[in-house]
């Protein structure tokens, strides 16, 4: 694509491996397909300026490898046309922003991006970073970048602007509109209510479902890219062939033509959000917890353990399927097929530790609302409690310091100096960041938990092969 013709249309927050592989790609695609060259790409790094310093000496290019069956050639991909620290340079964000020829933000900042208190649902506003952006320091947080690019186009007069949030995270829009609707809150009131006032007529945020594999980029997978196009790419991505993003119809002035690269826009967005959330992204973590406690490296690996694909299966069809209404066109059966044939594509090498990580702020959404919903229907959801408590294992097991999570230190703080499965569990059901005082007294889940803890513990891959075929 002719780069000097692209004009920036589009602030991405967020410039991970998965934003490069996916969003950037859907744009470039929409804009071959419609010939539509308004929206190049000004992406955003948020905690590190690694990708930003990777990809500015490029011009912002990058390479997208596809692995598996299927893969299609080696692409270099144009649609990102600057690339921001957002770190370093928070001014430059908000001014990219609050720029009138910015029509559209999207997002992927991951689940503790966004600041959210888990106990109220709300914007975290005792978060050190929040009150200070609050307090009128140059914004580091994604929220508070957002609002106050809002701000200062308001102020400006700038026109109408979508923020699109492409997290797995259930009703993400309705969830990050919720966010910046309390840090506008959180201003001094002569400041926010012209802001409130202000998104309320300008401003929408529509959901979304996303879905792409894309594991972390190796050393080798570098040498690769560089071996087959005769140039270092630093920036370089790897990702399955699978491309999939549904999105509300909910724009506040022009968007891209996705549509022409692949995406469904859809009224029901919440049910694709469900599905994927409670059969493959449950089914990711549970491989990657049950995986870490058998030793293996990748989620193929796992996957490839006859019992850990049985346990799989069965929490999918017994207790996740059960408890969501599918939307329409999508097939259960075939889907779960499908998701566990992505899973064993070795070619990702999608490691269970990186799958494994963050999991305080994971497991809320992809398994414990499929606990909630077997138990309140009066079924025991004995497969989802196996992934949790298989949590709880990799929780106890690791040092603090090891933890990749950002609860480790309350986690740990909660756990008891003996460690077995009738202290353990009792001791993580009583963190109420991730357990509601209802779930934690339920007498059916704590049993299930300790149940298979204890398998976990003592008789390890052995014993767990025995439980999960013929307990």
Request: net charge negative; aromatic share 6%; glycine share 8%.
């Amino acid at each position: 694509m002719p780069r000097e013709k692209l004009r920036p249309g589009i602030v991405h927050l967020g410039l991970g491996a998965f934003a490069r592989a996916h969003t950037a790609v859907f744009t470039e695609n929409a804009m071959l397909a419609s010939g539509d060259l308004n929206w190049g790409i000004t992406g955003v790094t948020q905690r590190s300026d690694t990708v930003a310093r990777q990809l500015a000496p490029q011009d912002g290019l990058f390479t997208v490898t596809e692995r598996g069956s299927g893969a299609a050639p080696l692409r270099v991909v144009s649609s990102i046309v600057e690339a921001i620290s957002g770190r370093d340079n928070p001014g430059a964000v908000v001014d990219r922003i609050a720029d009138p020829s910015t029509s559209v933000i999207t997002l992927t900042i991951t689940e503790k991006g966004y600041r959210i208190d888990p106990r109220t649902g709300t914007l975290n506003t005792a978060d050190e970073q929040v009150r200070a952006d609050l307090a009128g320091q140059p914004p580091q947080t994604a929220i508070g970048q957002i609002a106050r690019g809002l701000q200062q186009r308001a102020r400006a007069d700038a026109g109408p602007l979508t923020v699109v949030s492409c997290d797995n995270l259930p009703g993400n829009g309705e969830l990050t509109g919720r966010l910046v609707r309390a840090f506008a809150a959180g201003l001094p009131s002569a400041e926010a209510e012209p802001l409130l006032a202000w998104l309320e007529a300008n401003v929408t945020f529509p959901n979304t479902m996303v879905d792409r594999m894309v594991p972390a980029t190796t050393a080798g997978d570098l040498d690769d890219v560089e071996r087959e196009l005769g140039l270092r790419d630093e920036a370089a991505v790897v990702a399955e062939p699978f491309l999939q993003w549904v999105i509300e119809d909910n724009f506040a002035s022009r968007r891209p033509r996705w549509e022409d690269a692949g995406a469904l826009f859809s009224t029901d967005v919440a049910a694709w959000e469900a599905a994927k959330l409670r059969l493959l992204n449950a089914s990711h973590s549970m491989l990657a917890y049950l995986g870490l406690a058998a030793g293996k490296t990748t989620i193929s690996d796992a996957v490839g353990e006859d019992a850990f694909l049985t346990a799989c299966r069965r929490m999918m069809h017994e207790d996740a399927l059960p408890t969501i209404s599918l939307p329409e066109g999508l097939d259960g059966d075939e889907y779960c097929a499908q998701v566990l044939s992505r899973f064993a594509n070795p070619a990702l090498g999608h490691t269970t530790a990186k799958v494994g990580s963050d999991g305080s702020q994971k497991i809320g959404l992809r398994l414990l609302s499929t606990v909630r919903g077997n138990l309140d229907a009066g079924r025991e959801p004995r497969w989802a409690a196996l992934a949790v408590a298989a949590w709880m294992r990799h929780v106890a097991s690791t040092p603090a310091a090891q933890l990749d999570d950002p609860l480790a230190a309350e986690l740990h703080a909660a756990l008891p100096a003996t460690r077995t499965a009738a202290t353990v569990v009792p001791a993580l059901l009583g963190c109420r960041s991730i357990f509601d005082g209802e779930l934690a007294a339920n007498a059916v889940f704590a049993g299930l938990l300790t149940h298979w803890y204890g398998i976990i513990d003592t008789h390890g891959l052995d014993g767990l092969r025995k439980e999960i075929n013929y307990g």
